[in-house]
């Protein structure tokens, strides 16, 4: 500080101040000092302390040329109020430095947060702007559509998307609330991936600047491809037999509701052969379940080869099983079916 600072801001002041003596007019010095000081402030505005040291340096010199109580005393006063001001210029850069920290910490935090939710591989973020190009979306959600993040940016945001049946309501919902600007919530759709089926769910909002003009949308997405899967699992379980395939007793129940619904009574005819097989329990006490098992998974195999589509195949427990004829067949047809 002093070596760097004090000196030569004492020598300009020194130097100002004998040129006063030589007869320099006054104005001129005043206004080379204020522009100095001007100088030091804008080059030590981050650092109060050396800023201090700089103003009192460069009005020292008068007090050495000059010296005087009256100009000791200007000095003095010049130095309190200097001392002050560096004071409350401390204070404000304090408080500053506190607010700038304690911002860069809740957002390293949320920085934090929202990596924990993009690594999971649940969730992922996505930006677009007025135009409807993305202009921001996870890495985690570019690659499992097999490209970078960088690729994707400039793109529809719909070019994430598939675009087959199943998924038309979903994306005319979604270029709903884009051109009326309206947040979304959980629309689901499916995503343009090459290799396996995945499904996402949606949620967007408008973003807006500080003067309300309409900059794009921001949003997440939430991957619902398991649990899709799991409600097809479920929805399986309860309407097909876990072990054969075949529609087990609630299925077979509603078929044949569904065809005796029917408003004519062409369409509510139909067939229905119960059968079971003989002596199942003999083959699982002797030879075991798993034998059992695979006997009763070559009955549904054969049932289903027979009936080849002409009708519903389906077990109702244990070694009981039915089969549903739907429209009038003769009794011929029924007993060679029976026979096969």
């Known amino acids: ?24 007019p006054w104005q001129w010095a005043a206004a080379t000092l204020l522009c100095i000081n001007a100088a030091s402030a804008l080059l030590f505005k981050a650092r109060i302390t050396s800023l201090f040291f700089a103003k009192i340096a ?31 210029q401390w204070a404000v850069s304090e408080r500053n430095r506190l607010e700038r920290e304690a911002r860069e910490r809740v957002a390293a935090r949320a920085e934090d947060i929202l990596r924990s939710f993009e690594e999971t591989g649940q969730g992922w973020f996505w930006e677009i702007d007025r135009r409807g190009l993305i202009t921001y979306i996870s890495p985690k959600a570019a690659l499992a559509l097999g490209k970078t993040a960088d690729a994707l940016c400039g793109l529809p945001l719909s070019e994430i998307f598939h675009s087959g049946a199943g998924t038309h309501d979903a994306a005319r919902t979604l270029s709903f609330h884009l051109s009326a600007r309206s947040a979304f919530r959980d629309v689901e759709l499916r995503a343009a991936t090459d290799s396996e089926e995945r499904w996402w769910a949606l949620t967007g909002r408008p973003v807006y600047d500080s003067y309300k003009n309409f900059c794009g949308f921001r949003g997440h997405g939430t991957d619902l491809t398991e649990q899709r899967r799991s409600e097809q699992q479920v929805s399986r379980l309860a309407h097909f037999d876990s072990l054969t395939g ?12 569904q065809i005796l619904a029917a408003p004519s009574a062409r369409e509510r005819a139909c067939a229905v052969l119960m059968l079971d097989l003989d002596r199942f329990k003999q083959v699982n006490d002797t030879l075991g379940h798993p034998a059992g098992d695979a006997l009763l998974k070559q009955v549904a195999q054969r049932l289903e080869r027979v009936i080849d589509g002409a009708g519903r195949c389906g077990r109702l427990g244990g070694d009981e099983f039915e089969v549903i004829v ?15």
């Open 1 to 24: 500080v002093l070596a760097a600072i004090v000196l030569p801001m004492a020598c300009a002041g020194y130097a100002l101040a004998s040129w006063v003596g030589e007869g320099l």
């Open 58 to 88: 460069s009005w020292a010199g008068f007090a050495v040329i000059a010296p005087g109580a009256l100009t000791f005393a200007a000095l003095t006063g010049a130095a309190i109020a200097l001392a002050l001001i560096a004071r409350f």
């Open 246 to 257: 075949l529609a087990n007793r609630v299925q077979m129940s509603q078929v044949l509701e």
């Open 326 to 340: 739907p429209g009038q067949q003769d009794r011929t047809t029924l007993g060679h079916i029976a026979r096969e």
